[in-house]
């Protein structure tokens, strides 16, 4: 498989250290969440970071998948990824993933096709796919 971009980030003591990646970019303190247990004031967490980055390729991929169909919204699209955490009851954890998109000025059929093309070519969903439970929400 031909690779297209690689980059990477180091992590220093875990949900309370701070993370790094490789061009400096990204240089952020994280704490445990006040939901799990910890102080997390003012800090990122896993589950945001993760939030983030899959929120960002969702959208750029349903841009793509609306520029290759044609099609443009009447204002810019917006994703918000819910991601969830929860026992798995076997001592581990998983996660779970709630996308919201809105898709200003486009029909609901249409708005839904595209965003079930985006979700099989968007990068993040497909990583996941099997492994997490996804929802997608049309707002």
Do not use: W
């Not at 309370?16 to 799990?36: F, I």
């Not at 839904?112 to 492994?131: F, K, M, V, W």
């Amino acid at each position: 498989m031909k690779t297209l971009y690689q980059t990477s980030a180091s992590v220093t003591g875990g949900r309370n250290g701070k993370v790094t990646s490789e061009d400096g970019a990204l240089s952020l303190e994280v704490r445990m969440p006040k939901e799990l247990g910890g102080n997390g004031a003012g800090y990122t967490n896993p589950e945001q970071l993760f939030a983030a980055g899959y929120a960002a390729c969702f959208d750029s991929a349903l841009n793509l998948v609306m520029h290759q169909a044609g099609v443009k919204a009447a204002e810019p699209t917006t994703v918000k990824a819910n991601i969830s955490l929860h026992p798995d009851g076997k001592g581990g954890f998983v996660l779970g993933a709630n996308l919201q998109i809105s898709l200003p000025g486009i029909e609901t059929v249409r708005a839904q096709e595209l965003i079930d093309t985006a979700h099989n070519i968007c990068p993040y969903s497909n990583a996941i796919r099997g492994n997490i439970e996804v929802a997608l929400e049309l707002v």
